[in-house]
Every structure is written in C-alpha cells, then in structure tokens.
Nanobody, 119 residues
Framework: QVHLVESGGGLVQAGGSLRLSCAAS????????MGWYRQAPGKERELVAA???????NYPDSVKGRFTISRDNAKNTVYLQMNSLKPEDTAVYYC?????????????WGQGTQVTVSS
C-alpha cells in the first residue's frame, strides 16, 4: 500500500504564493508520473500540473506561467509552487501518483489540502 500525504495549503491573499508538498510512503516499488489536481465546489476535478519521472512537465493554460511542479525522486516527493494566486485558484488540491506500470492512469491519491485565495 502506498500513501500520499499533502501539506502546505492554507489561506493567502490574491497575488500571493503557496508551496504544496506531497510525500509518498509505504510499499513503494517505483513512482512514475506525479501530478496535482484541484476541485472547487460544484466543479469537476481538473489537472493542475503533471511531471514525469524524468522531469517533463505539463500544465493547463489556466496556471501556465504561475505554477511550477517539481519533484525529488529520492524522497518520492512532488511539489507545487503557486505564484500570483487568484481567487479562482481556490479549491481542494489533490496529489496523484502513478505506480510501477506507466500510462494506465493514476494509482494513488492523497486526501487533499485546501487552498483559499481571498480577493
């Protein structure tokens, strides 16, 4: 069993920054891709950022240039640096990870961390 634990959420004013962390623990063979999703009230969960094990990244246009995903493979940890935050970034942010077999979807999910951006 693999567990993902997010940290770093909180309340910030518009224009501010937050850094989220997500650490994987447990019976880890290998963690391939990792990613961050978010879900706002009444909306579907959406991808915020993804990173392969080798470091290739992917962002939707809504966060490109403001958010940066990175990872430390030795620590099985992924980070999300969020700058120039907007009220519309308010959501629960979830960490996701891909296990030993790539390209079959996300195998593991975190419990989520709340990010609230005030105007």
């Amino acid at each position: 069993q693999v567990h993902l634990v997010e940290s770093g959420g909180g309340l910030v004013q518009a224009g501010g920054s937050l850094r989220l962390s997500c650490a994987a623990s447990g019976s880890i063979v290998i963690i391939n891709a990792m990613g961050w999703y978010r879900q706002a009230p009444g909306k579907e969960r959406e991808l915020v950022a993804a990173i392969t094990r080798s470091g290739s990244t992917n962002y939707p246009d809504s966060v490109k240039g403001r958010f940066t995903i990175s990872r430390d493979n030795a620590k099985n940890t992924v980070y999300l640096q969020m700058n120039s935050l907007k009220p519309e970034d308010t959501a629960v942010y979830y960490c996701a990870a891909e296990g030993p077999v790539p390209n079959l979807g996300w195998d593991y999910w975190g419990q989520g961390t709340q990010v609230t951006v005030s105007s």
